[in-house]
């Protein structure tokens, strides 16, 4: 079946940086659209960022936006974030998604789901 798997989360200092990645298999990668959303400790999952398959546009949620950076490699069936001058409130478990549908905001579209990697940033 098809799997995501999420890498590269551990601690860090605010102001620090991380990269997550996500490896898909058993996906025609290319012709998904790609998503991060995280889940802070007792608070609702919610959008992160997003990259759509055929032209490779980003989407960021407003709290990130200038400091995260999504992409993907389509060769390697990969999607990365990376999430530069991190704060505490980034603390979060982070979870990489792919969707067929193009409103990529809304967790509801998507059809497979990572296990999640925890962020934790200490200030």
């Known amino acids: 079946q098809v799997q995501l798997v999420e890498s590269g989360g551990g601690l860090v200092q605010a102001g620090g940086s991380l990269r997550l990645t996500c490896t898909a298999s058993?996906?025609?990668?290319?012709?998904?659209?790609m998503g991060w959303f995280r889940q802070a400790p007792g608070k609702e999952r919610e959008f992160v960022a997003a990259?759509?398959?055929?032209?490779?546009?980003?989407d960021y949620a407003d709290s990130v936006k200038g400091r995260f950076t999504i992409s993907r490699d389509n060769a390697k069936n990969t999607v990365s974030l990376q999430m530069n001058v991190l704060k505490p409130e980034d603390t979060a478990v982070y979870y990489c998604s792919a969707s067929v549908r193009d409103d990529w905001r809304n967790q509801g579209s998507y059809n497979y789901w990572g296990q999640g990697t925890q962020v934790t940033v200490s200030s």
């Open positions: 058993r996906l025609t990668f290319r012709y998904w659209n």
């Open positions: 990259i759509r398959w055929t032209d490779s546009t980003t």
